[in-house]
């Protein structure tokens, strides 16, 4: 079975910084896309970053590029999110989701519950 | 920025009754397009990929048509686990995707 367990949300003060992870099984996790999606409250979908199965190409929307990274550990079968200088718009449930193919051109076939990230001094 | 916008913004149903929730894409994207739904406190679940095809476990009832700009996600005849929010993707413009703004079907 397909799990995906995101960890790492929090309270956290405008300009500061978080990491959040996702925890991956029941697939073989390398041969697979990743991406990172977030839900902002009461809005909707809003894909956030995306990484190729050997981390050769990575995509991040306009609204965090240059303020986020994302990574992944193929050993450990887990995926990351750096995110710095956050902003209050950046409050959301944010959601690791497992891509169909090693690339980036389809869309996501498992959802993890999400990990809440709030923004606020 | 490939901007996907869906129509309309709610729909209002009965069960038993067809639904047609429209999505179009502000460039072509050949037919690199997703359906998802979602339900209030849930993760999206996955409907239909590459603009037709649907995903392992979903009903027949579910099925989605177009290529290039315009797209369509019919659910033939409504039951009451569907109503939910749905969202289309765009999966053509990578490393940058995009997401729809949704439509929430009700009754």
Redesign the interface.
Known sequence: EVQLVESGGGLVQPGRSLRLSCAASGFTFDDYAM?W?RQGPGK????VS?ITWNSA??????SVEGRFTISRDNAKNSLHLQMSSLRTEDTALY?CAKG?HN???????Y????TLVTVSS | EIVMTQSPATLSVSPGERATLSCRASQRISSNLAWYQQKPGQAPRLLIYDASTRATGIPARFSGRGSGTEFTLTISSLQSEDFAVYYCQQCNDWPLLTFGGGTKVEI
């Open positions: 991406h999606v909707g979908l809003e894909w995306g190409s990575i995509g991040y929307a306009d959601f169909r690339s980036g051109y389809d869309g996501f076939d959802w993890g519950q999400g």
